[in-house]
């Protein structure tokens, strides 16, 4: 089954203590991003991928890192997470056909830091 | 930058009737892509229709379509026979690239359905 997956899928954590949420998509994707949802503000880009060790920011960097060494793994870390990095997350895979581009997203990661 | 608004936090319909949806958008390109996405309390992102800014003709799937205005940038999304099933959060999205990489989303409009 063509699917994204992420994980974990809820994460309480404290303020400063890094952490990782991985991504994985079994669809051999060139594309893949990384969202966050906030009330009111729906959907904002963190970073993005275009291949394998290739990777720029999108809208709202600031406090991420992300790293593609696979093309199937794209994970989000946060090195020292505060609280208003507290947000429902998503990552999203995508590839470019003769009939345009079709995206897949992942269940998504509720966060909450402390 | 490309901006997405749209303007309905909350919108409700009775069952069987019809509903629209706003969105705008701003953009210089003339080359882009549209999206409606349906986010039910599952939280999962469900592409419902696309538009390609190319196209004249409006896009349909099934019950739902949209009323695409180049000129005036806009894009609403139109339900019909509204279902309890339509109830989520409806969000309206912008791409320029078509890779589909990068998206610029709306705030969302909540939709209930009353039976």
């Known amino acids: 089954e063509a699917q994204v997956t992420q994980n974990p899928r809820y994460l309480i954590t404290v303020t400063g203590k890094k952490l990782t949420v991985t991504c994985s998509q079994n669809?051999?994707?060139?594309?893949m991003s990384w969202y966050r949802q906030d009330p009111g503000l729906g959907l904002r880009q963190i970073y993005y991928?275009?291949?394998?060790?290739?990777?720029d920011k999108g809208d709202v960097p600031e406090g991420y890192k992300v790293s593609r060494k696979e093309k199937r793994n794209f994970p989000l870390i946060l090195e020292s997470p505060s609280p208003n990095q507290t947000s429902l997350y998503f990552c999203a895979s995508s590839y470019q056909g003769l009939a345009g581009f079709t995206q897949y997203f992942g269940p998504g990661t509720r966060l909450t830091v402390l | 930058a490309q901006t997405v608004t749209q303007s309905q936090p909350e919108m409700s319909v009775q069952e069987a009737e019809t509903v629209t949806l706003s969105c705008t958008y701003d953009?210089?390109?003339?080359?882009?892509?549209l999206f409606w996405y349906k986010q039910p309390p599952s939280r999962q992102m469900i592409l419902v229709i696309r538009?390609?800014?190319?196209?004249?003709q409006n896009a349909t799937e099934n019950r739902f379509s949209v009323n695409f205005q180049k000129a005036a940038k806009s894009f609403s999304l139109k339900i019909s026979d509204s279902q309890l099933g339509d109830a989520a959060m409806y969000f309206c999205a912008y791409s320029r690239e078509t890779s589909g990489s990068r998206l610029t989303f709306g705030e969302g409009t909540q939709l209930t359905v009353n039976p």
């Open positions: 991928s275009m291949n394998v060790e290739v990777t």
């Open positions: 953009t210089s390109e003339s080359d882009y892509y």
């Open positions: 538009q390609e800014a190319y196209k004249q």
């Open positions: 669809m051999n994707h060139e594309y």
